[in-house]
């Protein structure tokens, strides 16, 4: 199967400082990459969908100048969480989209003090 | 708007008993329906999906679903469960793989 590598896999950062976590598809390429954002026990929410040569599509309700998206590559996709406050810590993880199927980040635990 | 319930947030049961997970959906036309598993701090894995032709899909592990248009729903289901199968599994719906909604997952349990 397909296999997408997330990294860092935890990250811990001082409130006001930027964090970039790594999405990579490694065997296939991905022109659209997907970052959802992870609370404990709760569900994934999807915040915005990566495009490869465009801009990001953010959902509603998520801070576009707070998560930076960048999709510059056909098989790497950036998410910095810029400012970091201790409300943003989280699991971050992101997918592939190829034949159909979205093939998943191991995630990213961010914890901001 | 769609969305999705899984009615139950945690599932215990013994090692090579019988398992089936419960999704009930809302979505306007005929949906994609996936379920994917989780484990510890991990990211997600498609145990399977379904879109059209026979409601009864066969998946990775040894899992199936049936959907049942009438009552909305896509049940997972393994005639015997192993300690690996614990876990946190997701059922989602959408329009596409890319598109979904999740639900808030079932936690299992495997008692040895």
């Known amino acids: 199967g397909a296999v997408v590598s997330q990294h860092p896999s935890r990250v811990i950062c001082k409130s006001g400082t930027s964090v970039k976590i790594e999405c990579r598809s490694l065997?296939?390429?991905?022109?659209?990459m997907f970052w959802y954002r992870q609370f404990p026990k709760q569900s994934l929410m999807l915040m915005a969908t990566?495009?490869?040569?465009?801009?990001?599509?953010?959902e509603q309700g998520v801070e576009k100048d707070k998560f930076l998206i960048n999709h510059a590559s056909l098989t790497l996709s950036t998410l910095t969480v810029t400012s970091a406050h201790p409300e943003d810590s989280s699991f971050y993880i992101c997918?592939?989209?190829?034949?159909?199927?979205?093939?998943f980040g191991s995630g990213t635990q961010l914890s901001v003090l | 708007a769609q969305s999705v319930t899984q009615p139950d947030i945690h599932i215990t049961v013994s090692e090579g008993a019988s398992l089936e997970l419960r999704c009930n959906y809302s979505?306007?036309?005929?949906?994609?329906l996936f379920w994917y598993v989780q484990s510890p701090g991990q990211g997600l894995q498609l145990l399977l999906k379904?879109?059209?032709?026979?409601?009864l899909v066969q998946g990775i592990k040894g899992f199936e679903a049936e959907f049942k248009r009438s009552q909305s729903s896509f049940n997972l289901r393994k005639p015997s469960v192993h300690w690996s199968d614990a876990a946190e599994y997701f059922c989602?719906?959408?329009?596409?793989?890319?598109?979904?909604?999740f639900g808030d997952g079932t936690t299992l349990t495997v008692k040895p």
């Open positions: 997918s592939g989209l190829f034949n159909e199927k979205l093939f």
């Open positions: 990566s495009n490869e040569g465009s801009k990001a599509t953010y």
């Open positions: 065997d296939f390429q991905a022109t659209t």
């Open positions: 379904y879109f059209s032709g026979d409601t």
């Open positions: 989602a719906v959408g329009a596409s793989a890319g598109k979904s909604t």
């Open positions: 979505y306007g036309a005929t949906p994609y």
